[in-house]
């Protein structure tokens, strides 16, 4: 089933504040920031052009190691003043049309970087759905988010934050990180760094196959903290609410490496997501040239 579904990571080191813009509001104030603004986002497409795919095994590992888009950094800041996204006590069509709305931010973040690199960007719509729905990659999950290549939309279920300890299921940014690492399959996807891991994938031996799944996998979630660097300061995005996401991690990740483990331990998650959101090079998240022990 060509779907790619969020896992949680574990509880690491808390940001470095200079670094991501949360901030010591103690601190002495530092001159306004120059924000990158876009002109013009454009409507989620249902009909976006067909996702680049390998000729060949040698072209899918040049995709994965040393995709062009690696040579690009992402907008930060970005101006995306955010309002979080609130999923307790909504319908399916409010969440929706809030998660709609959140794919504006998170396409204003990446399409700079894509477009540089000689990729297009669509912005993909999202469903929210309470019950089970056949789609193009199969069958939804419960409480489940993931990203379909067959028709390049995202799914998110309305009670996905029932997998989450009650404390923080309601807290901000815990839905944006959520859809941040969907949206990392997303931009995964127009580059072709998605297609040829599926590829690499299934001409591999069994386990050799889980890692590349694994490095798929981190490498979303350290897009992720790419975009959480790139609109944590005009978010307002607290230490607070970083702790609330790495609560989150820590909830849904796993302690212990396995070879059949298709996500990474919550270590190696945290790992890759620091890299995201300490540094705007999309260079720091080559997974698929980090060695085998840092894709655990």
């Given amino acids: ?77 970005t101006n995306c003043p955010l309002t979080p996204v609130k999923s307790a006590g909504v319908s399916a069509a409010e969440l929706e049309a809030q998660l709609n709305s959140l794919t504006a931010c998170l396409w204003t973040v990446w399409e700079p970087p894509l477009t540089s690199s000689g990729f297009r960007l669509p912005r993909p719509p999202v469903t929210v759905y309470t019950t089970e729905l056949t789609t193009p990659c199969g069958k939804t999950l419960e409480y489940n988010a993931f990203y379909c290549p067959a028709n390049q939309q995202v799914y998110y279920d309305l009670n996905m934050p029932e997998r989450l300890p009650s404390a923080i299921r309601s807290k901000p940014f815990i839905v944006e990180a959520i859809m941040a690492h969907e949206f990392g399959h997303v931009v995964q996807a127009r580059t072709g760094l998605l297609i040829a ?21 981190l490498q979303a979630e350290c897009f992720a903290g790419s975009w959480l660097n790139a609109i944590a300061m005009a978010s307002k995005l607290s230490e607070a609410d970083v702790a609330n996401i790495k609560a989150m991690d820590l909830a849904l990740g796993t302690d212990e490496p396995s070879p059949t483990d298709d996500h990474g331990t919550g270590k190696s998650q945290a790992y890759w997501l620091s890299e995201g959101l300490g540094s705007p090079p999309i260079s720091n998240c080559n997974t698929f040239a980090a060695a085998a022990d840092q894709v655990r």
Avoid at 32 to 53: G, T
Avoid at 197 to 217: A, T, V
């Fill in 197 to 217: 891991e599926y590829s690499l994938e299934k001409k591999s031996p069994e386990l050799l196959g889980f890692e590349y799944r694994r490095r798929l996998e």
């Fill in 1 to 77: 089933m060509l779907a790619t579904v969020f896992f949680g990571v574990t509880l690491w080191n808390f940001l470095n504040p200079s670094a991501t813009g949360v901030g010591d509001p103690s601190a002495s104030p530092s001159p306004e920031p120059s924000y990158h603004q876009a002109d013009k986002v454009p409507e989620p497409d249902p009909n976006p052009p067909e996702l680049p795919y390998p000729a060949t095994k040698a072209e899918s590992v040049e995709w994965t190691k040393a995709n062009a888009v690696y040579a690009q950094g992402v907008p930060s800041p």
